[in-house]
């Protein structure tokens, strides 16, 4: 998965104006902290007074890595399915032990019941392709008429007309094709069994019945991966992308080979544990995943067994979010060295968490 942080990131401090108590008509400003340029304009959209409180809350108790949370995500990841075309480098789906499937719109109210009245954008997008989910544009749908936002991340390469219409008129407020490369051997050097032919035509073709309809959404983004191999090509992506007529162009960071890559070129993180870009793991207190099946993951990094923290199905969220290994990991990013799960060795964890590795002390850092 690609996550949402890395798309872009906008400034906080917008404002809205809403409805008071009274009627009156009232500026609320949406003051949290590195919000995305996605959120950023789903907080526009579907931000309300109530959400606003639950996600400041939060943002406190993340700052201070609370151990136990008293509030509720304001964004997840709610996975349409773990099943994929693609056999993209870097990429655990087919190797995951996590059960295969995809997510039956009809347990989507199971899964949100505690969780609506404070939503305001899910992340339809995981460990594999939304678009392999025949009834994806049923489950926006249901997202949609609760006042939430939603976002979808796809690779364009598998997406039928009929269905490419069905998730225009669903109510989705983004689409993200996640194309890296306009020739056939810079796209194949990531994203292998894919082609860049066909995914640029069906994000062509997406642009024009979108249009077609008269309506702004969703917002669609064509998002480019910086690697070594595509780096000579995004100044023609760009124009190609003004060419088809998306609404944004947007470059994002790509790991290849134990190295992170921008448009400046390479940095690494693996080779050098001081360069960690994050001082805690933000993901453990607000930004959690729902795999398909209900089951409950700390992060979008993760695609194994351990990482499986609670049932939706079978227990309430606040049980879940506060359970041992939840409490453990934050304990972990907070500080506590002598804490042992699975989160050690994280790239987000701060610079001075030790490993202990044939006896002796490291200070590491692993791959996103």
């Known amino acids: 998965m690609e996550p949402d942080s890395t798309f872009a990131t906008g400034s906080s401090g917008a404002a809205k104006t809403v409805d008071d108590d009274t009627g009156r008509r009232a500026l609320m400003l949406i003051d949290l902290p590195n919000l995305s340029r996605v959120g950023d304009q789903l907080w526009q959209r579907y931000g309300t007074p109530d959400k606003l409180d639950n996600a400041r809350r939060l943002a406190k108790l993340t700052a201070a890595c609370a151990e136990r ?122 994203r292998v069994g894919g082609s860049a032919k066909q995914s640029l035509e069906n994000l062509e073709r997406f642009v024009k019945l979108r249009d077609a309809r008269g309506t702004s959404t969703p917002k669609i983004v064509w998002r480019f991966l910086c690697f070594p191999h595509t780096l000579d090509e995004i100044d023609q992506a760009r124009r190609l992308a003004a060419d088809i007529g998306v609404d944004d162009f947007a470059l994002g960071e790509g790991f290849l080979d134990g190295r992170i890559w921008t448009s400046d070129g390479p940095k690494s993180y693996v080779d050098n544990p001081s360069e960690q870009p994050v001082p805690y793991c933000n993901d453990l207190f607000d930004f959690p995943v729902i795999h398909w099946d209900g089951t409950v993951l700390p992060c979008c990094y993760v695609a194994d067994r351990r990482f499986i923290w609670g049932d939706l199905r079978q227990s309430s969220w606040m049980d879940i979010f506060n359970r041992a290994a939840f409490r453990e990991a934050r304990r972990l990013v907070a500080g506590d060295t002598s804490i042992e799960c699975p989160c050690r060795g994280c790239f987000k964890i701060p610079k001075l968490v030790q490993l202990s590795v044939s006896g002796e002390a490291h200070e590491v850092a692993a791959p996103v």
Request: aromatic residues 8%; glycine residues 6%; hydrophobic residues 40%.
């Open 69 to 190: 949370i008293d509030a509720f995500p304001w964004r997840i990841v709610l996975e349409p399915g773990n099943l994929c075309n693609l056999h993209c480098k870097e990429c655990p789906t087919h190797e995951s032990d996590l059960p295969k499937g995809l997510l039956d719109p009809a347990d989507i109210e199971t899964y949100l019941q505690d969780l609506w009245p404070h939503l305001v954008q899910v992340n339809l997008f995981n460990w594999g392709e939304p678009v392999l989910n025949p009834r994806l544009p049923e489950i926006i749908e249901i997202i949609h008429r609760r006042d939430v936002g939603t976002q979808v991340h796809a690779n364009m390469n598998r997406f039928p007309e009929a269905l490419m219409g069905r998730v225009i008129d669903s109510g989705l407020d983004f689409l993200v094709a996640s194309i890296d490369g306009v020739s056939e051997t810079a796209y194949a050097g990531y």
